[in-house]
Each structure stands twice: as structure tokens, then as C-alpha cells.
């Protein structure tokens, strides 16, 4: 049996996905916009198809243009990677109405997890810690509010239900800012997401983001490969990311990781896919799942040996797919840098012209990337250029190995983030991993800190 697959997307994730293809000998259909003709993986493609002028919503976002291009070129699955029309439950459906295969979760799950009171009640009625909260429906009288505000404390977080990955939320420090927060949170979210729907959750002040990985057949049989630590961010967007999560308690790290195959088990979860939780005190608190292959991928790939996005490629086109939590083995520790077009200082995108560049290469160093010398970055969609990993026998090794490969990496034309990433490395609450979400731009970037 032979298959092909559309890689609906761009970028170092559409060639991450080419040479999965290559290796599972799937054909491979590519497709760009106008802005993306010398995309690198393009050259690879078995076939590559025009969807559209550079504008995402005209291009990468158009379900009908990618449509097109799947009937013409008849393929039987659509591989969406991240961002675009990865968490879009519509275009799932669209594509199973269609007849082709959505590399992914079924359409009816996107929903279920997209929708993030559902998608906690589910983690919830798995055995998964939350975070305490709220989630019925907000009564009409003030003082019902206040009594359920008062029993959950302030600070509390009002979040839209449709929101996620930071959008859609409010802090609320006290009562005097109560109703008025509670009014502009669900008219933001009736506008942007079209449901206005809230729920209210403990704000937790200063955690870490660790989260879960996991693969499941689509059939009740599920993993876990173990945890990610994100907590290196700004604005949302994560730039150090390690695996596994250290300094997390045994117990809870047990009872946790047996919760979210549980979760997966129960909803028969197809594909890969995050469990995002804040973790404070020893505690872990479900945030949300993302239903789809994530930047960081390549870190849990390292320290397990075990290929996420072949693993994607193969459930969903029905091949066979090992499947025991047994054979996955964790050997020890692996860090990926974000190096985006950006100035390193003010984060403004520096997209244009890479004059010459030099890539790193070595034992335990793996650079995932679609750019190269001559290349001009586009200045429409997001700025991530390649990425860094490493993998050695522990964290402070790994930490070195990245020192050395960053010194060994330039790239010229361009602003890159490069000097940050050696900053951040170097610095003391980083190595001893004392860091939470707000270090970057609390701590590390006080003057930057808006
Ligand atoms: C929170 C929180 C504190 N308390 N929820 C931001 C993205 C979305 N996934 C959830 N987010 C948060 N939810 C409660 N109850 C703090 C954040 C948060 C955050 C979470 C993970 C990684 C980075 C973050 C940066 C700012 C805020």
C-alpha cells in the first residue's frame, strides 16, 4: 500500500514532516504561497501546488485552496504540523467530509478540546488535578458571584472558554475590579471567539509550565512520553524549552502521568498531543490540551528515541505503530533554543535577506531548520528560523553542548535572538532551574517588561 500526504503547512515543521514522509516512504504533495516559493522543502516534495498570495488567511488558513490542491493531486491525507489550521475542528471536518485523512485527532475531539470547559471537565473526570475554580454557569446576581469568587480567593483568572494559549484571560486582584473585569473578559471573547461563555479559575502566582506528552492509537490504547518544562517564555511565546521537567515531585509526577493515559484511554485520542499544567508547590493543575504536534517536539524525541511525527504519520494512515509504554525508555536530558528573526532586545521581527550563515553539528546536537545562505525570510507569518537541540547525560551537560553549538551558529542579513539564548544560558536562576513563567520578563528583561 502506497500513500500520499499534503503537508499543509510551511517552514521547519513542513520539512520535519517531509522527511518523516521520506522515511515511511509516503509521496509527498507540498504547498506554498507566493511569499514561499524557495521554501526548502519544496525541492524534496514529490509534487508542490500554489494555494494562494502570502496573506495566511489567503493561503495557509485557506481551508477551500488546500482542498483544492488535496482533490487535484489526490492524496489521501492532510498533515496540518502547528499553528494554521492544526487546532481548527471546522477544517478537520472538512477534510473527513472530504475524504481525506486529517493527520490528526477526529474532528469531534478538536472540539471537545478546543472548547476548555469541556476539555477540564474530561481531564477532570480522568483523575487529573485542575486548577480549582469555577466552571458553571455565572449567575445574574452579584452577591451568587461574589460568594463564588470569595470561596475560589483572589487573585482569580476569568477565561474565555473558546480562549487558550494566553488569549481570552483576565487577572482579577480584588472585588473592586470584579464585575467590571468579568463584563469586558465575556464581551472580548463574544467578539473575537464568537461564544462568550467564562470561567473562573485560582490565579496561580508564580508556577513553572510543565506538560505532557502523549500518543494514542485511536483506539484506547495510549502513552506517555513523559514531561516538557516550558517556563522559559515571553509574551506567550516559549524560547528554551527542556526534557524532562526536573525538581518535580515523584508522586505527583506519577499520579499525573498515569492520569493524562487515562484521560487519552478514555476519549480513544488519536494522534499526539500536550497536557499543559502549572505546576507550584509539588502540585500539578491541568491548563489545556493541544490536540496537535508541538514546536517542541524534538526535545521528547531525544531523551526517548521514540520519532513523534512518524508516529503521527502512522496512526492515521492505519500502519502498524508499536504502541507500549514498556519499550519507551528515558535516557537524559535534552534542550532546545528558539532562534527567531527578531531583535534581540526589543523582539521587533527582522525578517530579509540571509547573506551567510554557518550551522552547528556535532555529537548530542541536532538543528531542525528550513532555512539557508541566500534565503530571504518573509515578513508574514512567524518568526522562527531554526532550532537548537541538545541532548547530553544531564541538564548542566546539555547546557554546555548548547553554549558550543550556539558558538559554532551565525547567521548574518539578519537580527536573530542569538544573544539572548547565550545570555539565558549563562545565567545563574536558569542553571539552577529556579526559573517559573514570569522570569523572563520579570526578572531577566525588567527593562523590556511592558
Ligand atoms: C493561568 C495562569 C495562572 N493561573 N491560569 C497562559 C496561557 C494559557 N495556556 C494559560 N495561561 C495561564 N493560565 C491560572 N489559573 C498563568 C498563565 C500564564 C502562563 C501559563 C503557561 C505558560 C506561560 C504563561 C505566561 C503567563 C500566564
Redo the contacts with the bound molecule.
Sequence with gaps: MSYKVLIANRGEIALRAMRACKELDIKTVAVYSTADKDLKHLKFADESVCIGPPSPSLSYLNAAAILSAAELTEVDGIYPGYGFLAEDANFAEMCEKSGFKFIGPSSEIIKKMGDKITAKTLAEESGIQI?P?YKGEIPKSEDEVKKIVNKIGYPI?I?ATAG???RG?RMVKDESALFNSLEITIQEAQSAFGNGTVYL????EN?R?VEVQVVGDGKGQAIHLGTRD??M?RK?QKIIEEAPALDINELALKETLEACVSLCKKIKYEGVGTI?F?YENNEF?F??MNTRIQVEHPVTEMITGYDLVKAQLRIALGMEIELIQNEIDFKGHAIECRINAEDPITFQPSPGLITKMHTPGGFGIRYDSHIYGGYRVPPYYDSLLSKVITLANTRESAIKRMLSALDEFFIQGIKTNHSLHQDVLRDKTFAENKHT?NYLEKEFLPNNYE
Design positions: 486548577v475554580g483568572m477565561k487558550g494559549g494566553g484571560m479559575e485560582k490565579f496561580i508556577p509550565h516550558c517556563s517564555q506567550h499543559e502549572l493543575y491548563i489545556e513563567i
